[in-house]
């Protein structure tokens, strides 16, 4: 399995951050799996912003939830990320992920670099 990060490096503040993961090797619609965002700001750690299930659930982390919607294209085996009114401190390596339902992260992108910046 493999998935690839896509979209702007740099976001202006209020503006809506979006980023494309595409995946190849595996079905987002397989039962067991969850495909997931996961953020790193610069010098912090890991942060779950929050993932789409097989079944097209989503569920968010509660901090972000207000300004956080995932999505998927499953004709082109696509998940989607839009965070709206951003700050600088949306600054963050972003990840795609595949989480297990028992098992944790098994599979991630490279990760994407977007800043949020004037």
């Known amino acids: 399995v493999q998935l690839r990060e896509s979209g702007p490096g740099l976001v202006k503040p209020s503006q809506t951050l979006s980023l494309t993961c595409t995946v190849s090797?595996?079905?987002?619609?397989?039962?067991?799996?969850?495909w997931s965002w996961i953020r790193q700001p610069p010098g912090k750690g890991l942060e779950w912003i929050g993932n789409?299930?097989?079944?097209?659930?989503?569920d968010y982390s509660p901090s972000l939830k207000s300004r956080t919607s995932i999505s998927r294209d499953t004709r082109n085996k696509q998940f989607s990320l839009q965070l709206s009114s951003v700050t600088p401190e949306d600054t963050a390596v972003y990840y795609c992920?595949?989480?297990?339902?028992?098992?944790?992260?098994?599979?991630w992108g490279e990760g994407t670099l977007v800043t949020v910046s004037l």
């Open positions: 992920a595949r989480d297990r339902a028992f098992g944790g992260v098994d599979y």
């Open positions: 090797g595996g079905s987002i619609t397989s039962n067991g799996y969850y």
């Open positions: 789409i299930g097989p079944s097209g659930s989503t």
